[in-house]
DNA sequence: TCATGCTCGCGTCAAGGATG
DNA sequence: CATCCTTGACGCGAGCATGA
């Protein structure tokens, strides 16, 4: 399923919910009974009598598996749902007052749906079926699909050629050494310098200042390799993620030896480098995150439409059992 | 084999929320 | 209020399927 189905059926939720308040009749109540026990199962507890008031102030006793009402499986943002009613309510009450709130609590109804962590968690502490996505852990293997668990490796000391023949090592301390590959081996090795070379914290620093043996700086993301470096006007070089990680190669930033930018230029554009890698990186987590709301929701709408058809069997054959009784 | 359409993932920008 | 984080939107390229 793509994320724009997602979408609608939100919306679609939305606008149900207010049409739920506006007008419910008695075959929406029956409607939303069955909706309530689809979402009751899991709660185990034994067969109740429920008391369902009709708008007329008729009440009806409804027996067997109905519980209390929970959440719906789709569930837009809390305050979204509230909200909503509320509007609906106040339909027939005072208009003044209607015209400067409604614009207001349309603006909060239009705003920004909250991030995927804090929908997923809100799920989670609805259902402890759906599991919560923690702050900094890996999430790959916490959805309810199982997912293939990834193992850690670590690589001793990595050394790259590039396409141009040359050779690119990463010591233990974290420096990167070129040597160019000459006639006769290995030659002419450069070191790369790293301000934070040590990082015995991995992750705790994002971008890494490095600079070569000839002037050159270049930023090296600290979880991030150099595999190949391109010769010519323009030296390109490309980071490869980590061993550690599963994350995508991609080409990071290139250095031009041939203009050497001073100060407050050297600043921003190193501001800007930072910026967009840091971003680059948000948006690949971010499309993670998204992907695996995305799986979390499918599998929680396949278990409850599975509940949901227990539960219609098991209403049928009570219905049955209940009808030979009173023949 | 080639053109075309579709899907997917990526990088970037911009807007708005969160935080100190 | 400045800064950082999160995410929707957009454009792009790669990979794949399909039909001419």
Redesign the pocket.
């Known amino acids: 399923m793509?994320?724009e189905s997602v979408e609608v059926q939100q919306g679609a939720e939305a606008a149900v919910t207010e049409t739920e308040t506006q007008h419910i009749t008695q075959a929406q109540i029956a409607t939303l009974a069955q909706m309530t026990m689809t979402s009751g199962l899991t709660s185990g507890t034994g067969p109740t009598v429920t008391l369902v008031q009709l708008p007329n102030g008729q009440t009806v006793q409804v027996h067997g598996v109905i519980q209390v009402a929970q959440p719906s499986v789709i569930q837009s943002p809390q305050i979204q749902t509230v909200q909503i009613s509320t509007i609906a309510e106040s339909e027939d009450s005072q208009e003044s007052v209607d015209s400067v709130t409604d614009s207001q609590k349309r603006r909060e109804i239009l705003?920004?749906?909250?991030?995927?962590?804090?929908i997923l968690n809100d799920l989670s502490s609805d259902a402890p079926a759906v599991p919560r996505i923690e702050e900094e852990k890996a999430e790959e293997d916490s959805c309810v699909a199982a997912t293939p668990s990834i193992t850690t490796v670590t690589m001793p000391t990595p050394i790259y050629q590039t396409s141009s023949g040359q050779y690119i090592a990463i010591t233990q301390g974290g420096a990167i050494q070129l040597a160019n590959n000459g006639t006769d081996g290995v030659q002419g090795i450069q070191t790369l310098t790293m301000s934070n070379a040590s990082a015995a914290q991995q992750g705790a620093t994002i971008l890494q200042y490095a600079q070569t043996s000839d002037g050159q700086q270049i930023l090296v993301p600290s979880n991030q390799v150099v595999v190949q470096a391109a010769s010519g006007d323009m030296q390109a070089y490309q980071f490869r993620t980590a061993p550690t990680s599963t994350?995508?190669?991609?080409?990071v930033m290139a250095s031009s030896p041939t203009l050497p930018i001073q100060g407050a230029t050297v600043e921003v554009t190193r501001k800007?480098v930072v910026?967009?890698?840091?971003?680059?990186e948000?948006?690949?987590?971010?499309?993670?995150?998204?992907?695996e709301y995305v799986k979390c929701v499918e599998n929680r709408v396949a278990i409850l439409e599975n509940q949901n058809k227990t539960l219609i069997e098991e209403l049928k054959a009570l219905k049955d059992l209940y009808c030979h009784k009173s023949e």
């Open positions: 793509r994320m705003s920004r749906r909250p991030s995927y962590r804090k994350i995508a190669p991609g080409v800007r910026r967009l890698m840091k971003n680059r948000a948006a690949r987590e971010c499309r993670r995150k998204k992907k």
